[in-house]
Structure formats: structure tokens, C-alpha cells
């Protein structure tokens, strides 16, 4: 199962490469606290020197990543895409790397991949989208 896996995610990372390398927002595609990606912004945006080194953080997602009061906005709506394959744009806190914290936009979309769902994560951080909007 879990090479399967591990093959899964390297799929899904070939699948994407251009909208992961190319993409102006942070993106992160997330299968389990184990198997997940992300591209460079996305690593960057939460303190991390490459991907690598924040893919192969394998503790508890939520624990890891997100800042206490935003845990329950997340968690939720990666429940309600998997269940009920459904999108959502949600504010979200992220935990950075060295400390402290960033606010940022968040659109979570379910994505089938074989025989998973994934959820698909496109950020924006909370400046950027203030600064875009005028």
C-alpha cells in the first residue's frame, strides 16, 4: 500500500509539473501526512529551503503546518471535499518553518488520481491578495 502510494504522489507530481513550477500562487496537493507535494512557493511561503525538505515532514499535517485557530477551518474543508467533492475558499494561518505565522487565502479542491481523491491546494498569501485587489 504504501508504494502505491509513493508511486501515486510521483504521478501526480509528473501530472502537475508545469502548473507546480509555473503557478504564481503556492500550491501543495496533499494524499496523507505522509505522501504529499508541493512546489517551491508553497515551500518558501512557510520558511522550508525546497520541497523536499517540507514533503518529507511526516507528523500530523494540521500539527505541523497549521496554527492552532485555523486547524478546524481546514480539517473541515478537507472533509467536506472528500466526502461530498466539494471546493472551498477558506482563510487559513500557516505555521512557518522558524516561527511565526502567515495569513493566507486558500482554495481546496478534490482531485481524483487513479483510484484516490486528493485534495488540491492553490494559497495566496493575504498581502498578495490585498495588493492584487486594488
Keep these: 500500500m504504501r508504494n502505491n502510494r509513493i508511486e501515486l504522489i510521483e504521478g501526480v507530481r509528473h501530472q502537475l509539473k508545469d502548473i507546480l513550477e509555473s503557478s504564481k500562487q503556492a500550491i501543495y496537493v ?3 501526512d505522509t505522501h504529499k507535494l508541493c512546489n517551491q512557493r508553497f515551500a518558501t511561503l512557510l520558511g522550508y529551503g ?6 518529507n515532514i511526516g507528523m500530523s ?12 477551518t481546514l480539517v473541515s474543508a478537507y472533509q467536506n471535499a472528500m466526502k461530498d467533492k466539494i471546493g472551498s475558499t477558506i482563510d487559513i494561518i500557516w505555521k512557518k518553518k522558524g516561527g511565526g ?3 493566507t487565502n486558500v482554495i481546496l479542491v478534490p482531485v481524483s488520481f487513479g483510484d484516490e481523491l486528493l485534495a488540491l491546494h492553490f494559497i ?10 486594488e
Design 61 to 72: 499535517f494540521p500539527e505541523a503546518f497549521v496554527a492552532n485557530q485555523s486547524r478546524e
Design 50 to 55: 525546497s520541497t523536499r525538505e517540507w514533503e
Design 124 to 133: 495566496t498569501e493575504e498581502v498578495d491578495r490585498l495588493v492584487r485587489s
Design 101 to 103: 505565522q502567515v495569513n
Design 30 to 32: 496533499y494524499l496523507d
